[in-house]
């Protein structure tokens, strides 16, 4: 890859501070948590489910993390069939 180098006087960005990445990380937490907890509200569940699986509590929030598991580690494999050399553009000049 491609090596950055950055200057030792610039400033991070916001979004690189500990501050920023220890308060979006516990707002990540703190939703996921609530997400499965409602998932045991009566409100929040199907009154008529298609599936009996659709009962559990934390069906929808197991899914969807298995569905984006699934993704990412596809996507690892779909890299190296259709990915290209780093120096790709550099081949040609």
């Not at 610039?10 to 707002?27: C, H, I, S, Y």
């Not at 569940?45 to 699934?70: I, K, T």
Request: charged content about 20%; overall charge negative.
């Amino acid at each position: 890859m491609t090596e950055h180098h950055h200057n030792p006087d610039e400033k991070p960005g916001w979004a690189d501070t500990k501050g920023f990445r220890n308060a979006f990380l516990g707002v990540l937490i703190v939703s996921c948590v609530l997400a499965v907890v409602a998932g045991f509200v009566p409100a929040f569940q199907n009154p008529h489910p298609h599936f009996p699986q659709e009962h559990w509590g934390v069906f929808f929030a197991v899914w969807g993390f298995a569905a984006f598991m699934f993704i990412v580690l596809a996507g690892q494999h779909l890299r190296k069939l259709v990915g290209r050399k780093e120096d790709y553009y550099e081949e040609r000049e």
